[in-house]
Nanobody
């Protein structure tokens, strides 16, 4: 069974910073992409940032220049550094991993979500 476990999150003032990590564990052949999505109050879940095993990154326009995603392939772990946080960044953040399992089937595995609140 493959799972991803997130850590980080919490309450931060506008302009502050937070750092998430997300680790994938279990039995699988490879992870070709890991990333983060978020769901704010009254909004649908949306992509925040993602990174492939080759290091290619993509970001939502709303976080470009403020958020940085990175990855440690040896640890199957992805990190999200969030700077200059704004109240509109308040959301539940979900880590996800796109995995090739032992049966050569592509799976998408989700974390349980972690709440970020940006407020003074």
């Amino acid at each position: 069974q493959v799972q991803v476990v997130e850590s980080g999150g919490g309450l931060v003032q506008p302009g502050g910073s937070l750092r998430f990590s997300c680790a994938a564990s279990g039995s699988f052949l490879s992870i070709y992409e890991m990333g983060w999505q978020r769901q704010g109050p009254g909004n649908q879940r949306a992509m925040v940032a993602a990174i492939t095993s080759a290091g290619t990154t993509k970001y939502a326009d709303s976080v470009k220049g403020r958020f940085t995603i990175s990855r440690d392939n040896a640890k199957n772990t992805v990190y999200l550094q969030m700077n200059s946080l704004k109240p509109e960044d308040t959301a539940v953040y979900y880590c996800n991993a796109k995995i090739l399992d032992l049966e050569n089937t592509y799976l998408e595995v989700w974390g349980q979500g972690t709440l970020v609140t940006v407020s003074s």
